[in-house]
């Protein structure tokens, strides 16, 4: 079974950095483009940064670029998410998604399969 395994969530105040990490198990990691989606309160779910598995490609939406920086550990199947200058409107709930290709881009539709998520709030 496919098992992603999110931490790193947690208040904290705007401008402030957190950093997310998500072990996976259940398949072949180093194959597929993992991201991190995440989920706010009555909205959608939101890509908000992907890397791809054969050059590492990664891609950001605007409303994060410059802020969020995705990397991955294939020897330890963790992706991680920095997240710097964080903002109130960054608060949500987490997720880490795997795709079944190599790459994924942010569109959520293009993830297979996602974690329970870590939760993350800033305060203003």
């Known amino acids: 079974d496919v098992q992603l395994q999110a931490s790193g969530g947690g208040l904290v105040q705007a401008g402030g950095s957190l950093r997310l990490s998500c072990v996976a198990s259940?398949?072949?990691?180093?194959?597929?483009?993992v991201g991190w989606l995440r989920q706010a309160p009555g909205n959608g779910r939101e890509g908000v940064a992907c890397i791809g598995s054969e050059d590492g490609t990664t891609l950001y939406p605007d409303s994060v670029k410059g802020r969020f920086t995705i990397s991955r550990d294939n020897a330890k199947n963790t992706v991680y998410l920095q997240m710097d200058s964080l903002k109130p409107e960054d608060t949500a709930k987490y997720h880490c998604?795997?795709?079944?290709?190599?790459?994924?881009?942010?569109?959520?539709?293009?993830?297979?399969?996602w974690g329970q998520g870590t939760q993350v709030t800033v305060s203003s």
């Open positions: 998604a795997v795709a079944l290709s190599s790459v994924a881009g942010t569109d959520p539709n293009n993830y297979r399969y």
């Open positions: 259940g398949f072949d990691f180093d194959d597929v483009a």
